[in-house]
C-alpha cells in the first residue's frame, strides 16, 4: 500500500499543478508560499555527490556505516543482505522490519559490518597509498622460490565524512537543510527522500558535503541559552532606565478623540463546516489509512472491485490525470478553493469540465489491484483531514 501511496502522491501532484497554480511552482520553497522560509541562500551552494556504496549497498566512513536501499527492500530484506540484525536496525532507526524503503534511501547502522573492499571512506590526508596498494615480494636469501605477483588491494575511495543529523521531532527537510546551509534538492538525493521530502523522528540524515576547496555555508546560529534561576529563588528584577537619570515629568495629551469600537462582523455564515455534514462518502466501506500530514494527504477507503465512486460534493470536474502507474485521477473543484481528489480508480463516466452533483457516479473502484479509494481534500495546494468534510 506504502508503494500504491507514492505513485499516487506524484499522479496528484501533477493533477493539482494543472488546477491550482497560475505560477510557476518553485519545490525549493524560495518565500513563494507567503512567509515561508527562503532557502535561495543554500540553492547557490554546490555540493559534490553521494559516494557509490559497495555491491552490498554500503557506504562506509571512518566514524560509521550507512545502508543505500534498493527498489523493492524492505529494511528486514536489507539486513539480510548487509548481515546485520533486523531488529536492531528497525529500532536504531525508528522503522519497522517490514517497511518498503525508497530506492536510494538511507538507513544507518548501529554497529559496523565487513568494510567494503578498499575499507572505508578515507580523507585525502588520510589515505596510505603505498599500504593498499601493496609491495614487491621479498626474495629468499638461503635458497631460490618461484613467486608470482599478488594483485594490488582495491584502491580506496576518497572524500570528506559528511555530518550524520538524527531528525528531531517538529523538524522538516527544508529546516534540516537550512540549518546546514545546504539545498534541499541535494539534500534529498543524498538520502533518497520522496517526493513529498518528508522525513521522521528518528531518522539518519547525511549532510551534503561542500566540493574540495569549497569554503562551506555557515551553519544557522543557535538561540542563546537563558539563564534560568533555582526554583524558590525568585527571578531578578531588571534595572530601570530612569534609575540613573530619571525621567522630567512630563503632561501628555492624546494626539487623537478615541474612536468609538466597532462590532466584529459574524463570520459564523461563511465559515468552512466542520461538523461532517457537508460531504456524503465517496464509496462505501472502512478506512484502511487515515490521514497523517507529510506522510499521507488523504485518506484509503476499502471497497468491493466494481464499486462505485460517488462525487462527494457539487462541482466540476476540473482534472482528469494518471499516476506513474497509468491509473487514472480524477480531480473535482467545488465553491471556494477546495478539491477533492479521487485516486486507483477505472471506468471512468465523467469528463473534464462536466459538472457533477453531490453523489454522482464519477468512477468505479479498479477489478485489478488493491481494491481501494485514495481520497483527498484539499484547500488549494494545501491537504485537509477528509474527515472533517465528511458523513460519519
Known amino acids: 500500500m506504502r508503494r500504491v501511496a507514492r505513485h499516487l502522491a506524484i499522479g496528484t501532484g501533477m493533477a493539482l499543478g494543472l488546477v491550482a497554480c497560475s505560477k510557476p511552482l518553485d519545490i525549493d520553497m524560495r518565500g513563494a508560499f507567503g512567509d515561508a522560509p527562503s532557502t535561495a541562500d543554500?540553492?547557490?551552494?554546490?555540493?559534490?555527490?553521494?559516494?557509490?556504496?559497495?555491491?552490498?549497498?554500503?557506504?562506509?566512513?571512518?566514524?560509521?556505516?550507512?545502508?543505500v536501499a534498493r527498489r523493492g527492500d524492505t529494511l528486514a530484506r536489507l539486513a539480510t543482505r548487509i548481515g546485520a540484525d533486523a531488529e536492531?536496525?528497525?529500532?536504531?532507526?525508528?522503522?519497522?522490519?517490514?517497511?518498503?524503503?525508497?530506492?536510494?534511501?538511507?538507513?544507518?547502522?548501529?554497529?559496523?559490518?565487513?568494510?567494503?573492499?578498499g575499507g572505508p571512506i578515507q580523507p585525502p590526508s588520510g589515505v596510505d597509498i603505498a599500504s593498499v596498494a601493496g609491495g614487491a615480494i621479498a626474495r629468499a636469501d638461503a635458497q631460490r622460490v618461484q613467486t608470482t605477483t599478488l594483485a594490488p588491494a582495491a584502491t580506496p575511495q576518497i572524500g570528506a565524512e559528511p555530518v550524520r543529523h538524527r531528525v528531531e521531532r517538529g523538524e522538516t527537510a527544508y529546516s534540516i537543510a537550512r540549518l546546514y546551509g545546504v539545498t534541499l534538492r541535494s539534500l534529498a538525493e543524498w538520502n533518497g527522500l520522496g517526493s513529498d521530502f518528508a522525513v521522521r523522528e528518528g531518522q539518519y540524515l547525511l549532510i551534503p558535503v561542500a566540493p574540495p576547496g569549497a569554503t562551506p555555508p555557515p551553519r544557522e546560529a543557535a538561540a542563546a541559552p537563558v539563564a534560568v534561576t533555582p526554583p524558590g529563588s525568585g527571578s531578578p528584577t531588571p534595572t530601570p532606565p530612569s534609575a540613573a537619570q530619571p525621567l522630567p515629568a512630563e503632561e501628555t495629551r492624546p494626539a487623537a478623540e478615541p474612536v468609538a469600537p466597532i462590532a466584529a462582523p459574524?463570520?459564523?455564515?461563511?465559515?468552512?463546516?466542520?461538523?461532517?455534514?457537508?460531504?456524503?462518502?465517496?464509496?462505501?466501506?472502512?478506512?484502511?489509512?487515515?490521514?497523517?500530514?507529510?506522510?499521507?494527504?488523504?485518506?484509503?477507503?476499502a471497497a468491493s472491485p466494481g464499486a462505485p465512486v460517488k462525487a462527494a460534493d457539487a462541482g466540476t470536474v476540473a482534472a482528469i490525470t494518471e499516476d506513474?502507474?497509468?491509473?487514472?485521477?480524477?480531480?473535482?473543484?467545488?465553491?471556494?478553493?477546495?478539491?477533492?481528489?479521487?485516486?486507483?480508480?477505472g471506468a471512468l463516466s465523467v469528463e473534464k469540465g462536466d459538472t457533477v452533483t453531490r453523489g454522482q457516479k464519477i468512477a468505479e473502484i479498479r477489478r485489478d489491484g488493491a481494491a481501494a479509494l485514495h481520497f483527498e481534500v484539499r484547500d488549494g495546494f494545501e491537504s485537509v483531514d477528509p474527515n472533517r468534510f465528511l458523513e460519519p
Open 42 to 67: 543554500a540553492a547557490r551552494a554546490a555540493t559534490t555527490a553521494r559516494p557509490q556504496p559497495d555491491a552490498r549497498g554500503i557506504i562506509s566512513y571512518p566514524g560509521y556505516q550507512v545502508a
Open 88 to 117: 536492531e536496525l528497525a529500532r536504531f532507526n525508528g522503522i519497522q522490519t517490514g517497511d518498503i524503503l525508497r530506492e536510494g534511501e538511507i538507513v544507518a547502522l548501529p554497529r559496523r559490518v565487513p568494510e567494503p573492499a
Open 266 to 301: 459574524d463570520l459564523s455564515k461563511t465559515e468552512t463546516p466542520t461538523d461532517g455534514a457537508r460531504m456524503v462518502r465517496p464509496v462505501d466501506g472502512a478506512i484502511i489509512r487515515d490521514y497523517a500530514r507529510g506522510r499521507n494527504d488523504g485518506i484509503d477507503i
Open 324 to 345: 506513474t502507474n497509468g491509473i487514472p485521477i480524477v480531480v473535482i473543484r467545488h465553491p471556494g478553493s477546495l478539491l477533492t481528489v479521487y485516486s486507483n480508480v
